[in-house]
């Protein structure tokens, strides 16, 4: 789906008018939200949390023998 950025609040304010006047838009867009969303389900995101700790971990074991 991607970042949406914004300018200005009236660019906001129209793609909510667009969103809530055009049911194919708000489809397509509830669809691509609904696939998104599932990279940060827990059993996605933590398994990389691991990761990062673990090898955080190993750089602290690693500092002991640097210093």
């Avoid at 793609?15 to 990279?39: I, P, S």
């Avoid at 996605?44 to 002991?64: D, T």
């Amino acid at each position: 789906m991607g970042t949406v950025y914004f300018d200005s609040i009236k660019q906001i304010v129209d793609e909510v008018k667009r969103l809530l006047t055009d049911d194919a838009l708000w489809e397509e867009r509830r669809k691509k939200g609904l696939e998104e969303v599932k990279n940060y389900d827990v059993k996605v995101v933590v398994p990389q949390w691991v990761k990062i700790f673990e090898r955080l971990q190993k750089l602290k074991g690693l500092k002991k023998y640097v210093c």
